[in-house]
């Protein structure tokens, strides 16, 4: 009796749906990403110019500040690494989501529309 029901049959603009949906959710993470590995790079540049000041002697013989600028770059290190290989991964995904989405939208059975009448044969187009 279930196999009767065409609501049973998984109708390819659900599935366009779905995959829509997750396309979406896909490209807020890389944009995230992305705003994190910019923030990574400032991190890692700050951390160096502050080391890079302190050894110069314009900053005086701080060792807090020597740590603090060591864990800035150490930080945006490990954080720029693990994001971008997030972003790859993303990237991925979204590009096998995209592939989805084609063949299902490919599935699709499209039907050829016959030109409609023009408007002289309804007695529309004469006045």
Not at 9 to 32: K, M, N, Q, T, Y
Not at 72 to 86: E, F, Y
């Amino acid at each position: 009796m279930a196999e009767d029901d065409p609501s049973d049959e998984d109708d390819p603009s659900d599935g366009i749906s779905l995959i829509e949906a997750r396309l979406e959710h896909l490209a807020g993470v890389a944009e995230r990403c992305r705003k994190i590995i910019v923030a990574s790079k400032a991190a890692i540049a700050a951390g160096c110019a502050l080391l890079l000041a302190m050894m110069l002697g314009f900053l005086g013989g701080n060792q807090i500040a020597a740590i603090g600028s060591m864990a800035a770059v150490l930080i945006g290190i490990v954080s720029l690494g693990s994001n971008v290989s997030t972003l790859q991964q993303t990237m991925a995904a979204i590009g096998a989501a995209e592939l989805q989405r084609s063949e299902l939208i490919g599935e699709i059975d499209l039907k050829v529309v016959s030109d409609s009448p023009s408007l002289g044969s309804t007695g529309l187009g004469s006045f």
